[in-house]
């Protein structure tokens, strides 16, 4: 099992650094946890100006790559605010003979669509520990990443068990779990959307 997460870990890298090369246009994102769930998007920052494409490249693990806010990083966007739709992959659970079409979550930037606003976004099982990211941050708002991480941990670091791994793209996962794959690699859950909420309206947080 070992040698097969290695195996699939340096075929994902192979194809994420072909793919890199091949169109200057595309912004590639590695989507993947290790054992400690210290990295789950890599890079976590993108910049990206209109005309180019950010690529979610999954690519190991049960992940995924969902559109939030700086307030509340560990909810669907659409739920805090309902003018944005937001993006949503869905869960992604990749293995080796994952498909191209399941590997990718592409996002195009266009203006005055998704430009030159920020888009924040997280992982469903690593949320609470930092697994989240942003595009195009607005930096002089104070609204930066190590901020984000922060808020990530803060209002969803808590633990919690779950039933639910499925989701299909546009859903809103709400189930919360804690636990190991059969990988090894831990997983954790932010709390309901609905106590999240809950705790940024007490903490007098706009959400629209």
Same mark, same amino acid.
């Given at each position: 099992m070992r040698f097969q997460r290695s195996l699939l870990t340096i075929v994902a890298a192979f194809v994420f650094t072909q793919a890199q090369g091949q169109d200057d246009s595309q912004i590639w994102v590695q989507v993947g946890v290790n054992s400690t769930n210290t990295t789950t998007f890599t890079p976590n920052v993108i910049f990206a100006q209109p005309g180019k494409t950010v690529m979610f490249n999954f690519t190991q693990g049960n992940l995924t790559a969902i559109e939030s806010s700086f307030a509340a990083p560990c909810v669907p966007v659409n739920i805090v605010n309902s003018s944005i739709s =937001?993006? /949503? !992959? %869905?869960?992604?659970? #990749?293995?080796?003979?994952?498909s191209p079409s399941d590997r990718i979550l592409a996002i195009p930037i266009i203006n005055g669509t998704n430009w030159p606003r920020p888009q924040f976004f997280f992982d469903y099982n690593t949320c609470g520990v930092g697994?989240? %990211?942003? #595009?195009?941050?607005? /930096?002089?708002? &104070?609204? @930066?990443?190590? %901020? &984000?991480?922060? /808020? *990530?941990?803060? &209002? /969803? =670091?808590? $633990?919690?068990? !779950?039933? +639910?791994? $499925? *989701? @299909?793209?546009? $859903?809103?996962?709400? *189930? @919360? +779990? @804690?636990? !190991?794959?059969?990988?090894?690699? *831990?997983?954790?859950?932010?709390?309901? #959307?609905s106590a999240t909420l809950f705790l940024l309206v007490g903490a007098g947080v706009t959400l629209a």
């Open positions: =937001g993006f /949503n !992959s %869905g869960f992604r659970d #990749i293995s080796p003979g994952s697994g989240v %990211g942003v #595009i195009n941050p607005n /930096n002089s708002a &104070l609204e @930066t990443i190590d %901020g &984000l991480v922060r /808020n *990530a941990k803060r &209002l /969803n =670091g808590s $633990s919690h068990s !779950s039933t +639910s791994r $499925s *989701a @299909t793209s546009g $859903s809103s996962p709400t *189930a @919360t +779990s @804690t636990g !190991s794959d059969s990988n090894g690699v *831990a997983h954790y859950s932010p709390m309901s #959307i």
